[in-house]
């Protein structure tokens, strides 16, 4: 069980991240739900998006993408000023990470022109009411232990291994975004650039999975986030994040949303595509992107033809 209304005002030291998610058990609902729905939608997703020229999935990538850009920002209440996706270099130049590729990644998540470093003094979530007076759920990791914990990311974020944890986009996607905030390395933008990671882990691990090359996730999941905003929220603030409580219910919750946003937005998707395909063909004329930058990027955004299980 989660702490009491959500709240829980303890201080976070290091612990290792590796213990904590070794105590982390797939429920049965949620091993259901990712066999019987997820991955078959996805499946046909992924072989229906191959059916088009390598152009047209170029563009509706970079369209998709840049509107998953926006959606995240209004999830933090921030209006993003929709820079040139060519001009801002939009692509992920790397799947990978390192403590410079997050703090970069952080970077353009608040739109900034300097990187931050990781934070030095204490990070809470919470909100002021009317008068003023501020309520917390709870703290991000203590200042000192950052370091430490974002080790221990970076670990968990490059671990393979063929356990379902590790090795399903779904879940270890959900995961990867789960402790990014829970650590709360940053002072702003931990959320923002949470998704950012979201997005690669599962571009990564769906290239191993389907033989792609893709730079850039081929489903968003931050539209559905917004309007489940409240779940969204209350998913996150009801886990423990330490060694001291059995939270295993509480993070198997986590994974079920984040599977029910998926689903959610694979059906607006597939729906779209069987719909749009004129849309699809237009949208070079509703987004400014060079053809150079198009005809550069389009080998390398486009699926197989025939996706490999």
């Given amino acids: ?148 914990f974002m080790d221990d990311y970076i670990k968990c974020y490059k671990t393979k291994s063929v356990v379902l944890l590790n090795s399903s986009p779904f879940f270890k996607s959900a995961l990867i975004s789960l402790l990014f905030i829970r650590i709360h390395p940053f002072s702003d933008g931990n959320g923002r650039t949470a998704r950012l990671l979201y997005d690669m882990k599962f571009t990564e691990l769906i290239n191993s999975i389907y033989k792609t090359q893709l730079k850039i996730s081929p489903l968003h999941i931050s539209n559905s986030i917004l309007i489940n905003q409240c779940t969204y929220v209350n998913r996150l603030d009801s886990i423990y994040f330490d060694l001291e409580h059995d939270c295993n219910d509480e993070i198997n919750r986590w994974f079920q949303f984040c599977l029910d946003m998926t689903d959610e937005q694979l059906f607006f998707l597939t729906n779209e595509m069987k719909e749009n395909r004129k849309e699809l063909d237009e949208l070079e004329k509703r987004l400014y992107i060079e053809p150079s930058f198009i005809e550069k990027n389009a080998k390398a955004l486009t699926l197989s033809k025939q996706p490999k299980k």
């Fill in 1 to 148: 069980m989660g702490p009491e209304n959500n709240v829980n005002l303890a201080r976070v030291h290091y612990f290792p991240l590796e213990e904590y998610i070794d105590r982390i058990t797939l429920s049965d609902n949620v091993r259901r739900h990712l066999d019987e729905e997820t991955s078959k939608v996805f499946d046909k997703y992924i072989q229906m998006l191959s059916q088009y020229s390598p152009e047209i999935v170029a563009r509706f990538l970079i369209n998709s993408f840049y509107s998953e850009i926006k959606t995240s920002n209004l999830i933090e209440h921030h209006i993003t000023n929709s820079p040139e996706i060519s001009e801002k270099n939009i692509f992920y130049d790397s799947l990978n990470v390192n403590h410079q590729r997050i703090k970069n990644l952080h970077k353009f998540a608040l739109e900034s022109d300097t990187v931050d470093d990781y934070r030095t003094g204490e990070a809470w979530v919470g909100y002021f009411d009317k008068n003023n007076k501020k309520h917390i759920y709870w703290y991000g990791s203590e200042p000192e232990d950052i370091k430490k």
